[in-house]
């Protein structure tokens, strides 16, 4: 299994961007999910994540402003982001649990960098 997460990018204050993270291989199903983000210097936080149940929930910096979404049929995460703050610049990492003819399995994707500058 691999996940690509692309979408990142540099945006003005205010600006969006929309971030995808596609899982590709033998997943049978995508359970839950998160987005998560480490800025310079800085830990790694979560920002958003939807349990298998599809509720959804967001670190206070973004409620408001950011939206997480499935497209199960993809096998992709979306990030809606908008009214980007320059705080918001960071790597911006997905994690997805997934269903596998295996078993489960659990993964990150490679990160894509999202800059929020004038």
């Known amino acids: 299994v691999q996940l690509q997460a692309f979408g990142g990018g540099l945006v003005q204050p205010g600006g969006s961007l929309r971030l995808s993270c596609a899982a590709s291989g033998s997943v049978l199903r995508l359970n839950s999910m998160g987005w998560y983000r480490q800025a310079p210097g800085k830990q790694r936080e979560l920002v958003a994540d939807m349990p298998s149940d599809g509720t959804t929930d967001y670190a206070d910096f973004v409620k408001d402003r950011f939206t997480i979404s499935r497209d199960n049929a993809k096998n992709t995460v979306y990030l809606q982001m908008n009214s980007l703050k320059p705080e918001d610049t960071a790597i911006y990492y997905c994690?997805?649990?997934?269903?596998?003819?295996?078993?489960?399995?659990?993964?990150w994707g490679q990160g894509t960098l999202v800059t929020v500058s004038s």
């Open positions: 994690n997805l649990s997934v269903a596998l003819p295996s078993g489960r399995g659990n993964y």
